[in-house]
């Protein structure tokens, strides 16, 4: 508890101007190290990276191979959101990105899991989309009931469907759930629950992101249906990836 006092605030104010100015100065921004022409995918070798970073140029940390440039650069010109397109993260980089946060969201909560549970991304619409639509699945237990965490990041929303089989209620555990039931909208808090019966179309997302309890009658894995047909014709595996390992980011 001292620790926690000395850090301080779990929240802060943003930064002022002149903190998000004195931080940049010292980044290092990406400069190509030749001329270079439009449509070129970029490669570690045809850039350097150097101080000062200008004003919306690239910085080191952002750099991915495979920038492709939308425009000619002069040797040594900045390279910047007006000259490159930036590629999109690897599959595998989005979901490392999202246990990190999502493992930041337990901690935060005070939610602790053993190492016996199985879990899963759902991703609707793809990988590259799972940021904005999609969730993460923690089965605790699943028998003649059924728990599970169910964990949304902040910005995510889960698409309408319904169950024929399941009957299940949700509580909020953290965050704060937008849930929509048969088109009336809710907004749950810590505490809040919301009983969801058989076949009763639902959907639900979240600004600031959420963990809630699933807790339900049993799951059976083709008991899904949605209300955009694209999704219920895809096969399970791929709009699942499953977890094989959490604390060594094994997918």
Same mark, same amino acid.
């Given at each position: ?8 605030? !779990?929240?802060?104010? /943003?930064?002022?101007? !002149? ?22 995918? +970029? ?6 990276? *150097?101080? /000062?970073?200008?004003?919306?140029? &690239? ?5 991915? %191979? ?19 397109? +930036? ?10 990105? $999202?246990?990190?946060? &999502? ?5 935060? $909560?005070?939610?602790? +899991? ?10 609707? #619409?793809?990988? *590259?989309?799972? /940021? ?16 599970? +965490? ?8 889960? /698409? ?6 399941? !009957? ?5 555990? #953290? ?23 058989? $076949?009763?179309?639902? !959907? ?5 992101? %959420? ?18 047909? %694209? ?5 399970? %595996? ?12 094994? &997918?």
């Amino acid at each position: 508890m001292k620790a926690k006092r000395l850090c301080g605030d !779990e929240t802060r104010p /943003p930064a002022s101007p !002149e903190e998000v100015d004195s931080l940049r100065s010292l980044k290092r921004g990406v400069f190509a190290k030749r001329p270079l022409k439009r449509g070129a995918e +970029l490669q570690r070798d045809d850039v350097y990276f *150097a101080m /000062p970073c200008e004003p919306g140029q &690239i910085t080191s940390g952002e750099w991915k %191979a495979g920038v492709v440039l939308t425009e000619d650069v002069k040797r040594d010109q900045a390279l910047s959101a007006s000259n490159v397109r +930036l590629p999109h993260d690897p599959d595998k980089q989005v979901l490392f990105t $999202a246990i990190h946060a &999502i493992k930041g969201m337990l901690n935060e $909560a005070r939610i602790s +899991l053993n190492t016996d549970f199985r879990a899963e991304f759902s991703h609707h #619409y793809g990988i *590259a989309q799972f /940021p904005q639509v999609g969730a993460t699945i923690i089965e605790c237990i699943n028998r003649g009931y059924c728990k599970k +965490l169910i964990i949304q990041l902040p910005g995510q929303r889960h /698409p309408a469907h319904y169950h024929k089989r399941k !009957e299940e209620t949700f509580q909020v555990l #953290y965050g704060v759930l937008n849930v929509e039931v048969e088109g009336r909208r809710r907004v749950l808090h810590p505490g809040d629950t919301q009983l969801i019966q058989q $076949a009763v179309w639902h !959907e639900f997302s979240t600004e600031t992101g %959420a963990i809630f309890e699933e807790i339900s009658t049993t799951h059976f894995d083709d008991d899904s249906f949605y209300g955009d047909k %694209a999704i219920n014709r895809l096969e399970r %595996a791929k709009r699942k990836t499953i977890v094989n390992h959490w604390g060594r980011y094994q &997918i």
